[in-house]
């Protein structure tokens, strides 16, 4: 069995491909259900973000896995595999450390990332795949991630992309005081990206959710209107701005939908930013001569403001998480050996009961103690060697000066 991490991120997969293996939020249980019944796979943890979809297991086959993913999504591994990363012990460690820390995101040092990562662990604990391996390294996870960022201010200074969707929309808007903004969506990206919007005073703000029900309170919190997804095709034709971030497995605005909007509205553009993963906008949309769409990718040239003062702090993370690295590999390593251990101990303890018991009938039958007490130590000697000592009479050259070695050290025998 062994620690096995693999995926494709920002990094190494454009958005259509990471669209296509997202796993959405109700669905994620079964697929871990799914893959933890596969031969060979015993713990199972995803983590699938915007910009990531990661795999954590406890495997004895790293290919069982890999190959369920592709399956599960109804796409040849040969598709995924250029894109894809493999990461064995350590390595996958050493990530999951950097991702939970920031360090891999696109906006580095962003904190968002932490909490979709125990959101993941939640879900796998949920479902019943998160046993002692993973429980043990998400823990560790959380604690890295914690002590990089209050030993560093890798934080310090980070454009989220809720703020990026804003400093793109200056770029286009005179002023967003002027301006409608409309939310599709009442998750945690959108909240974060009303707050963004609603610190400008746009002169009006609506949320349209699958229900209106669970957007309202948010909507009160920041004095926008809510209505339910139905109703969204009434009401596009008025707004200016759209931010988008749905779980939606289809997207939500078509190309033909928005051609009505923007003839409803005399062909007055729209900017429309889709933070969503799969897309919640028909990538044909962006065709349109007045439509400025702009997906999470796109974002990343903005995110990068302020990146060179955030910069000079990773090394130090990178040394915090090297250092857990290391302290993490050493309980992995200590774990494995616990069987060996288990049984030493265990053939020990026969070999002593065995002696004890021939010592106590001696003993009963009148035998001088003294006498009875040599033979017992000699006896449980004589056993407790005699495995070391057939190894080595046995050993031939090179082996033999290496079970040599080993003895001294295992036994502490110094030079002569």
């Not at 199972?44 to 004895?60: D, F």
């Not at 493999?86 to 991702?99: I, K, S, Y």
Request: proline content about 4%; aromatic content about 6%; charged content about 25%.
């Amino acid at each position: 069995m062994q620690l096995f991490a693999f995926g494709v991120n920002h990094h190494t997969a454009p958005l259509s491909l990471r669209e296509r293996v997202a796993f959405a939020a109700e669905r994620l249980e079964d697929a871990l259900h799914d893959l933890v019944h596969r031969p060979g796979v015993k713990e199972a943890a995803i983590l699938s973000t915007c910009n990531r979809t990661e795999v954590y297991c406890h495997t004895l086959d790293a290919g069982a896995p890999i190959g369920w993913f592709g399956t599960y999504h109804g796409i040849g591994v040969d598709k995924v595999e250029p894109y894809l990363y493999r990461l064995p012990e350590d390595e996958a460690v050493r990530h999951a450390f950097r991702v939970a820390s920031g360090l891999d995101s696109m906006v580095l040092g962003e904190a968002q990332i932490l909490g979709q990562m125990k959101q993941a662990v939640q879900s796998a604990q949920h479902a019943g795949t998160l046993g002692v391996l993973l429980n043990k390294l998400f823990q560790s996870t959380f604690s890295v991630a914690k002590e990089v960022r209050t030993s560093t201010e890798i934080g310090a200074n980070s454009v989220s992309l809720a703020a990026a969707a804003v400093r793109m929309a200056e770029r286009i808007f005179p002023s967003i005081s002027r301006e409608n903004v409309l939310f599709i969506g009442a998750g945690e990206m959108i909240e974060l990206c009303l707050a963004h919007f609603s610190a400008r005073k746009p002169h009006r703000m609506l949320i349209a959710n699958r229900t209106a029900e669970r957007a309202r309170p948010l909507a009160e919190r920041y004095q926008a209107g809510a209505i339910g997804l139905t109703d969204l095709p009434d009401h596009l034709p008025y707004f200016d701005i759209i931010v988008t971030s749905t779980a939606s497995p289809l997207p939500l605005l078509g190309k033909g939908l928005l051609e009505r909007a923007l003839k409803a509205r005399k062909h007055k553009p729209f900017f429309i930013v889709d933070l969503a993963v799969p897309r919640d906008v028909e990538e044909e949309a962006g065709e349109l001569e007045d439509v400025f769409l702009y997906t999470v990718d796109d974002l990343g040239e903005v995110v990068k403001e302020g990146m060179d003062a955030r910069q000079a702090q990773v090394a130090q993370a990178e040394a915090i998480i090297s250092s857990n690295v290391r302290d993490f590999m050493t309980w992995l390593e200590g774990r494995e050996i616990l069987p060996v251990l288990r049984s030493l101990r265990d053939q020990a303890e026969r070999q002593r009961r065995h002696e004890l018991d021939k010592a106590i009938k001696a003993l009963s039958r009148g035998d001088d103690p003294g006498q009875v007490l040599e033979q017992f130590s000699r006896g449980l000697t004589n056993k407790l060697l005699h495995g070391p000592t057939v190894a080595l009479n046995q050993g031939l050259g090179e082996d033999r000066q290496e079970l040599a070695r080993m003895v001294r050290k295992l036994y502490d025998i110094k030079p002569d």
